[in-house]
Nanobody
């Protein structure tokens, strides 16, 4: 059982930056994958970034590649999403999640609003 709590969302102008944090607590063993997803109003949830824990390899939604960076701090049990050059279309609720043994766990999310 893990708990995930996101923070760092807010209102930012287009072109600005935000760093989201996801504090993970509970049983940390066997986590295979860490990820961030987002849901914009009226749209389906989409995966934004992911990190494979065994290799450290990362993957990104095409529209955020080069602007967003997922990283982790093992000592702090925290996953980050650095978001630069934000666009209005990046607006949404951002959730962090983990995958372990094929099962997913997600946090409640943090709101990111990008104004023009």
């Amino acid at each position: 059982q893990v708990q995930l709590v996101e923070s760092g969302g807010g209102l930012v102008q287009a072109g600005g930056s935000l760093r989201l944090s996801c504090r993970i607590s509970g049983d940390m063993r066997g986590i295979d994958y860490m990820a961030w997803s987002r849901q914009a109003p009226g749209k389906q949830r989409e995966s934004v970034a992911g990190l494979t824990t065994s290799s450290g390899s990362t993957d990104y939604l095409m529209s955020v590649k080069g602007r967003f960076t997922i990283s982790r701090d093992n000592a702090k049990n925290t996953v980050y999403l650095q978001m630069n050059s934000l666009k209005v279309e990046d607006t949404g609720v951002y959730h962090c999640g983990i995958v372990r043994g094929g099962l997913q766990s997600w946090g409640q999310g943090t709101q990111v609003t990008v104004s023009s």
